[in-house]
């Protein structure tokens, strides 16, 4: 079974530019998940869908963070324009069910805003 | 006060003792927690869950809940040095969905 994939694994970009994510789910999965992870400290939810409609974007900065789920499976995230404090790994994953259902990450993608 | 709260080490622990990681939350309601693993450089993997009061044992891995004092432990027996690895404990605050909250994760170090 193929797992979480992600892209671009390394983004380096000047603040106020804008860059996008992009995360395909473990196949069958309904449940997508957009975390960031600051040096540090543990992953924070951004946002979560389930099937193509949004759960909780509850802590997503929406006057710059965007995200959206394709047709149920493939996900963007995108900055715009991106901050200093930005600068974060952004983790996507997925689960087949809710609660005690496990989630798996895929390997995520640094973003470092100079 | 952090939802969740671990101490962010680094602890440090001989190989083949125990090694043991704590953590607190805050919301009373939460009913389900998670330990991850996660390796430098990597996302984390989960190990294991527990949603009731006691212990859960897998392999060399056991999970502790005390929901009346509001705290999750973690207990590695045999530590190896594949173990090195920051441990995140996570709490379950959704309902019906699964919306986890990360602590900050502790530094654990197996020395040989």
């Known amino acids: 079974e193929a797992g979480v994939a992600q892209s671009p694994r390394y983004k380096i970009i000047e603040k106020r530019q804008s860059v996008a994510f992009w995360c395909n789910p473990i196949?069958?999965?309904?449940?997508l998940y957009w975390y960031q992870q600051i040096l540090g400290q543990g992953p924070k939810l951004l946002i979560q869908f389930q099937n193509n409609g949004v759960v909780d974007d509850s802590q997503l900065p929406k006057d710059r963070f965007s995200a959206e789920r394709l047709k149920g499976v493939d996900s963007t995230l995108k900055i715009q324009p991106a901050k200093l404090e930005d600068s974060a790994v952004y983790l996507c994953?997925?689960?087949?069910?809710?609660?005690?259902?496990?989630?798996?990450f895929g390997p995520g993608t640094r973003l470092t805003v100079t | 006060q952090k939802e969740v709260e671990q101490n962010s080490g680094p602890l440090s622990v001989p190989e083949g003792a125990i090694a043991s990681l704590n953590c607190t939350y805050s919301?009373?309601?939460?009913?389900?927690f998670f330990w991850y693993r996660q390796y430098s450089g990597k996302s984390p993997e989960l190990i294991m869950f527990?949603?009731?009061?006691g212990d859960k044992e897998d392999g060399r891995f056991t999970a502790q809940l005390n929901k009346a004092s509001q705290y999750v432990s973690l207990l590695i027996r045999d530590s190896q040095p594949s173990d090195s690895a920051t441990y995140l404990c996570a709490v379950n605050r959704g309902q019906g969905a699964q919306k986890l909250v990360f602590g900050q994760g502790t530094r654990l170090t197996i020395n040989p």
């Open positions: 196949s069958g999965h309904a449940t």
């Open positions: 527990i949603y009731s009061n």
């Open positions: 919301d009373r309601g939460s009913q389900s």
């Open positions: 994953a997925s689960s087949s069910g809710p609660i005690l259902y496990e989630q798996y």
